[in-house]
């Protein structure tokens, strides 16, 4: 037979983002478990509330299957005396539970051995459970675990109560090292709001049972509860939801009895820039603003008036009775938050960016680095540098210039200083009311981008020079430093620095030569950090294995294929051809990429490699392009060879030239001719035993290769 099996861990409010650890962790080892100990079972589910974490099993068998195993005896000499079981194998029989006389002889590769078969019984499911349960509230790995009380139980939050239920019997526990000592039953506890307790007479009835005493249990039934209400509750405001992801998982983690409730921002705090009022209401309220329906977004907005709606949501726990004195406490609370705000930006509009500048020169930016003002003046000293070689408009470029001069001024505002998450986004909004022009504002916001993965990108021309003078220097300073990231350790988040400085240039279409940009960079960083003692050649090629790290890194995570990403950025490539000009990997990769979708890659490949395979015989250079000074022909003994130097000749413009699809077209046109070359009726042997002829033959089948490598290297690709 089977029954539903259930375990409820019941504890005090459980942090909200444990149960997104513990579940994965909890599901693996129920299941895992099970398998191994042979219980036969149906889907296991797990979920969790704020006070309870829950383990559902289906039609799990009440008794373990049979095993029926195989064990190998002593060799057949020493079993046996005089045809007859002897000690060795009456001892071996005794060891198996079997008697001597059902042992078999069986062959095996060192001779007849005595086998015997052995039937273990199954064990009852609950007191195999009985056993495991402890193990796995103990094998739950999460942040801040604690201890309660005298006892040594270890857990996120005090555990109060366990329900294990295998059908209508309860599962014997006792976790010991807990106290008091929790002993398993069949009585759960309902929302704490609500009296009483939950009786249940078997695991089926959980779910419906926890439900009438006001805990939505399931996780998944409560995040589409929680989903579908605040979507209709702002469709009646006529406003949109801004609630991340992060923030509504937090909140399905947060209730057991989910109630929408309707706030309202006091009026006078509406002049307040939105991101502020969002960033008080999302990450330390968790509350659900509401914007106002088709407005654009704009960072650089002064007041929230004409962005959002002035009501909120909020996710409550509470009793429906509740609700009017719940609703006013939060407005209360927001109203708090909101002043401190407002007095911040009071402050920081008594003082000009230019004084807050000024003010960097006071706060250490990392030890032996200087000031945050040293820093600034270090990525102005950049952006110039990044300017003469990017040749923008002269607008772009003074307003990027004006941008790196004022990008850190936030740093030392109250404002920022308070809302961390906020900084660029305030200095922006500050200079904007300053008369700065909105291009110098947008892209003192806009050196921030990409914060992080999947975030926005600078949507300006100056504010993606001055994210990547920023990028630049902070990777040039903490490697001059002598720090360098390491395994999962990154403080500085220099990995992410440079996957953004390199997103930037990808999505913005500029060519730079980052090698050479990076090398004389740090001849002068060389000079400006003499106690370091760094030396600008092994600074400039530690940036660049970064650099190619970060390429291959970000190019598979925008969902490359991993065989190209290696075949136009891998090892095989020089550093200098590869950050040269970090666009020419994204043209090539698109161009393989569309080759594949195409069904054109394959044959290219084939053409390819045949050649390449008989050229590494011989020992051209792979820098060679061209066949004038290497292949000779008057050497030349037979049509094909004729046939195949018209098609390298035709092939070295392009390849000096990169133009890469005509030069992927002319390869594949050039299969018949490369055909004939090998087993036509005019081929040739390559591997001649005139060494001369070799050589020009094996010269000629390089130079093909070493066109064909200007778009890849061929070999990386799997067909």
Known sequence: MAST???????????????????????????????????????????????????????????????????????????????QPGPAAIGFAKRCGVEPTSLEVRPTPKGDCVFATVLIEGQASLQILAERIPAWIDGLQGRRFMRWGDGDQRFSRPVRWLVALLGTEVVPVTLAASEPVIHSGRTSRSHRLHPGSVELSEADDYLKALAAAGVQADRKTRSALIRSRLDDRAAALKGELDCPDDLFQELVDLVEDPRILQGEIADRFLDLPPEVIVTVMQSHQRYVPLRRSQVPADPLKLGSRDVLLPEFLLVGNGLAAADAQICRGNERVLSARLADAEFFLNVDRKQSSGDRRASLSRVTFAAGLGSLLDRTERIEQLTDTLLQALELPMGTAEAA??????CKHDLVSQMVGEFPELQGLMGAKYLLEEGESREVAQAVFEHYLPRGAGDVLPQSDAGAVVALAERLELLLSIFAKGERPSGSSDPYALRRAGNGLL??????????????????????????????????????????LLLRQRIQSQLEDDGQAPDLVQAVAGDGLSSQRLLGDPLDVLDRLGLLSRLRQENRLGALQAVVQRAARLAEKGDLASSVLAAGDVVDVSRFASPSETAMHAVVTRLEPLALEGAYQALADALVEATPVLEAFFDGPDSVMVMSDDLDLRRNRLNLLGVLRNQASVLARFDLIQS
């Open 5 to 83: 099996f259930l375990l409820e861990i019941g504890t005090e409010e459980l942090p909200a983002d444990f149960a997104r650890l513990a579940l994965p962790q909890l599901r693996e080892r129920v299941q895992r478990d099970l398998d191994a100990l042979r219980l036969v079972h149906g889907e296991v589910q797990v979920t969790s509330t704020p006070r309870r974490l829950v383990v559902l099993v289906d039609s799990l068998a009440e008794v373990q299957e049979d095993l029926r195993e195989e064990r190998k005896g002593p060799p057949v000499a020493q079993a046996f005396v005089d045809g």
């Open 503 to 544: 997103q930037i240039l990808w999505e913005r279409g500029w060519r730079l030569d980052l090698f050479r940009l990076v090398s004389e960079a740090a001849e002068a960083w060389q000079q400006l950090f003499p106690a370091f003692k760094v030396k600008a050649q092994a600074l400039a090629d530690d940036l660049v």
């Open 401 to 406: 210039k004006r941008a790196a001069h004022l």
